[in-house]
C-alpha cells in the first residue's frame, strides 16, 4: 500500500482526517498525494503546507496517474466533481466514495466505464488512528480491491464489511457519531463551570471521564449496563444524576437522533 498514488477529491475535513491519520501511520508517501478541491485556494494551500504535500503542474495527468481516487467532497457536489473529473479515471483504479447517502451504482454510473467503487463511511477520529469505518462494495470492485480499502481503513481505525443497505444505519451511528460525544461533553463542560469549577478543571476531568469509559467498556469485556451499575449506588449521587436523565429520556433522544441521521443519509442520496 505503501507506494500506492492518491488523490482527494475535496479538500475538506474528512480529506484531512484520512490524510493526517495514513501521514501519522506512515502508510502513504507525501510524494504519492494530490489533493484538489472546486475554488477554496486558501484551504488548499493550508492543507498542502500542514501535510508538505505539492500541487501537480497538471492535475488531470495526477489523477490518472493515481491508483485510489477518494472522493470526498459534500453528496450534493458528487455529480460535478466527477463530471469535471471522470475522463481522468479509469479501470485500473479504485474509487472510494465516503460521500453520504451516495450510492456506488450512482457513482459507477456517472464514471461511465466498469471502474471498481467502494462507499466508505468513515469518521473524522480517523485524525488520531480511531475511526470507526464501515465499508461496501460496488457492482466492479473485487475481492482486491476490499483488501486494499480495509488496508488503508484499518490503518486509521477499524473496519467492517457491510451490505450497501446498511451504510445509511452506519452513517446515522458512526459517521455521525464523533458529534454525539462531542455535544455531551461541550454539556459536561457547562455542568462542571455551572458546578462551580474552573473551566479548564471541568474541561480536563470531563476528557478523563470519557477517555476511561471508553477503555472500560474496550478492555474490561463487561455490558455498559454492568458498567453503569458499578457506578451507580443506591441512593447515592450517580442514581440521582441518573433519574434526571432520564426523566429528560435521554436514551429516546439518542436512538431519535440517530433514526434521523439515517434518514438523512437517506435523503441525501434519494435523487442519485
Ligand atoms: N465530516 C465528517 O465527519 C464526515 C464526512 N463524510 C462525508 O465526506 C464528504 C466530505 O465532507 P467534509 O470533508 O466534511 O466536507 P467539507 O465541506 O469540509 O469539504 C468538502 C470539499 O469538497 C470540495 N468540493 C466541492 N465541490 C467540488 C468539486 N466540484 N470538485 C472538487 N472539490 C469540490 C470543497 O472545495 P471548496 O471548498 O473549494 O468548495 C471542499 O474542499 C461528505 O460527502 C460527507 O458526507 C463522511 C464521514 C464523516
Ligand atoms: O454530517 C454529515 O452529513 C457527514 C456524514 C457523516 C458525518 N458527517
Not at 496517474?65 to 458528487?78: C, E, L, Q, Y
Not at 480491491?145 to 443497505?165: N, P, T
Not at 462542571?192 to 476528557?207: C, F, K, N
Amino acid at each position: 500500500m505503501k507506494e500506492k498514488k492518491f488523490t482527494f477529491i475535496g479538500a475538506g475535513s474528512m480529506t484531512e482526517a484520512i490524510l493526517a491519520g495514513l501521514l501519522e501511520k506512515n502508510k502513504i508517501l507525501r510524494q504519492n498525494i494530490t489533493i484538489l478541491n472546486k475554488s477554496n485556494k486558501i484551504r488548499l494551500q493550508k492543507l498542502l503546507q500542514t501535510y508538505g504535500l505539492t500541487k501537480p503542474q497538471q492535475i488531470g495527468e495526477a489523477i490518472r496517474h493515481s491508483d485510489v481516487v477518494v472522493i470526498a467532497v459534500k453528496p450534493k457536489d458528487v455529480e460535478d466533481a466527477l463530471l469535471k473529473w471522470r475522463e481522468y479515471i479509469h479501470e485500473k483504479q479504485l474509487v472510494i466514495s465516503v460521500a453520504a447517502g451516495i450510492s456506488t451504482s450512482y457513482i459507477e454510473s456517472l464514471l461511465q466505464a466498469n471502474i471498481a467503487v467502494i462507499r466508505a463511511m468513515p469518521n473524522t477520529s480517523c485524525t488520531v488512528g480511531l475511526s470507526a469505518t464501515a465499508i461496501c462494495s460496488g457492482k466492479w470492485s473485487t475481492e482486491q480491491d476490499m483488501q486494499l480499502a480495509k488496508e488503508i481503513f484499518s490503518a486509521i481505525g477499524m473496519v467492517v464489511s457491510v451490505k450497501e443497505e446498511m451504510m445509511d444505519a452506519v452513517t446515522g451511528l458512526s459517521g455521525s457519531g464523533p458529534a454525539y460525544f462531542y455535544y455531551m461533553v461541550e454539556a459536561l463542560e457547562q455542568a462542571g463551570i455551572r458546578a462551580g469549577l474552573q473551566p479548564d478543571t471541568a474541561r480536563q476531568l470531563t476528557l478523563q471521564t470519557i477517555l476511561g469509559a471508553a477503555h472500560m467498556l474496550a478492555e474490561t469485556g463487561k455490558k455498559p449496563t454492568e458498567l453503569r451499575q458499578e457506578v451507580t449506588s443506591p441512593g447515592g449521587t450517580t442514581m440521582a444524576g441518573l433519574e434526571v436523565l432520564s426523566k429528560y429520556q435521554l436514551d429516546q433522544a439518542v436512538i431519535e437522533a440517530v433514526l434521523r441521521a439515517k434518514e438523512r443519509s437517506q435523503e441525501l442520496g434519494q435523487y442519485f
